[in-house]
């Protein structure tokens, strides 16, 4: 779900197969996460990157709509604490 152009997120997180990212098929390894995620985002994500059972990954890129928050985040940062830290956020004035 592409939600680039809407406010309702607060970050949004590249996230990467390590076993395809690390055998070299770095251009589907990969697929954007908006946070906090809606309803089925973080299976789609998952399926898309060949994990629909789990698996290892990590986090390659952020984009941040915080001023500084993108610096802050984990490379191996884990998705429940990541969409966790964005409901704490997207509560905040």
């Known amino acids: ?36 995620p809606h309803a089925g985002e973080v299976e789609t994500v998952m399926e898309q990157i060949g994990l629909p059972d789990g698996g290892s990954y990590f986090m390659d890129d952020y984009v941040s709509q915080v001023e500084g928050l993108k610096d802050a985040l984990p490379m191996y940062g884990d998705i429940d604490g990541l969409s966790r830290l964005a409901q704490g956020l997207a509560g905040l004035s």
């Open 1 to 36: 779900m592409e939600r680039e152009n809407n406010p309702d997120y607060i970050f949004k997180a590249f996230v990467v197969n390590t076993a395809a990212y690390d055998a070299g098929d770095r251009e589907a390894s990969g697929a954007w996460l908006y946070f906090p």
